[in-house]
């Protein structure tokens, strides 16, 4: 089985030996994969549809896996008990959702030793949340797929919260910019690039929000620039 680019990195985060679930997992590209290379031995694969999952239980039983894996159809961790796992994939989705996802079941998302999680969209809030939920983020990658740079984010509940020195830190992760982050600069460019267009289709426009969206805008683009290595 290949992987792309953004599954190989994530399957890469996964620690050696552990129990994992994958939550939302789709085909079961990842857990699969794993386990065929004897990096597991054990995974729970989840779902909140049907049809995904059946996708997964298809992929499982093509690679003679049923009985290293525990199929689960719901929500997000709330289909987890507490210490049944080690690691928690949860990839492809809004770092909105993946909050919401975490606080629904606290007792497992506080348990487990690493949550290794990929969002698509809100990645800004996604940060926040864990910095201010007691979440600690040991680490972030940034992989590209195509002309897309997706960033991986790896958490542990420390109980502990997190202060930013800048708000530009829930933007970019600091982790990023400690390991210096090959695609760093270009990610931080692609940030840079999208506040200049927002600049560019208010100009000249007035009206109840628009100056302070120039100003926010204006802002970003100053302290994103700062932290380019």
Same mark, same amino acid.
């Given at each position: 089985?290949? =992987?792309?680019?953004?599954?190989? /990195?994530?399957?890469?985060?996964?620690?050696?030996?552990?129990?994992?679930?994958?939550?939302?997992?789709?085909?079961?590209?990842?857990?699969?994969?794993?386990?065929?290379?004897?990096?597991?031995?054990?995974?729970?694969?989840?779902? @909140?549809?049907?049809?995904? =999952? #059946?996708?997964?239980?298809?992929?499982?039983?093509?690679?003679?896996?049923? /009985?290293?894996?525990?199929?689960? =159809?719901?929500?997000?961790?709330?289909?987890?008990?507490?210490?049944?796992? &080690?690691?928690?994939?949860?990839?492809?989705?809004?770092?909105?959702?993946?909050?919401?996802?975490?606080?629904?079941?606290?007792?497992?998302?506080?348990?487990?030793?690493?949550?290794?999680?990929?969002?698509?969209?809100?990645?800004?809030?996604?940060?926040?949340?864990?910095?201010?939920?007691?979440?600690?983020?040991?680490?972030? @990658?940034?992989?590209? #797929? &195509?002309?897309?740079?997706?960033?991986?984010?790896?958490?542990?509940?420390?109980?502990?919260?997190?202060?930013?020195?800048?708000?530009?830190?829930?933007? @970019?992760?600091?982790?990023?910019?400690?390991?210096? &982050?090959?695609?760093?600069?270009?990610?931080?460019?692609?940030?840079?690039?999208?506040?200049?267009?927002?600049?560019?289709?208010?100009?000249?426009?007035?009206?109840?929000?628009?100056?302070?969206?120039?100003? &926010?805008?204006?802002?970003?683009?100053?302290?994103?620039?700062?932290?380019?290595?």
């Amino acid at each position: 089985m290949k =992987l792309t680019d953004r599954l190989l /990195k994530i399957a890469s985060l996964v620690t050696k030996g552990k129990r994992v679930a994958d939550i939302g997992t789709d085909h079961g590209y990842i857990p699969v994969y794993l386990l065929n290379k004897g990096f597991i031995d054990f995974a729970i694969l989840a779902d @909140v549809n049907k049809g995904p =999952l #059946e996708n997964a239980r298809g992929e499982v039983r093509n690679n003679n896996l049923l /009985k290293k894996v525990d199929l689960r =159809l719901g929500s997000g961790i709330e289909v987890l008990e507490k210490n049944e796992v &080690d690691e928690v994939i949860i990839a492809g989705m809004g770092g909105i959702l993946i909050s919401e996802l975490l606080q629904a079941k606290t007792e497992v998302a506080h348990s487990v030793e690493k949550l290794i999680l990929q969002p698509m969209q809100a990645q800004r809030e996604l940060r926040k949340y864990l910095l201010n939920n007691g979440y600690e983020i040991m680490d972030e @990658v940034l992989v590209k #797929e &195509d002309f897309r740079i997706y960033e991986i984010i790896i958490a542990k509940y420390t109980g502990k919260n997190t202060l930013v020195e800048s708000e530009v830190f829930y933007e @970019v992760g600091k982790k990023l910019i400690e390991n210096k &982050d090959v695609l760093l600069n270009e990610f931080i460019d692609k940030k840079i690039f999208m506040y200049n267009s927002i600049l560019s289709k208010i100009e000249g426009k007035s009206g109840e929000g628009i100056a302070k969206k120039i100003e &926010d805008s204006k802002f970003a683009i100053n302290e994103l620039e700062k932290i380019k290595l």
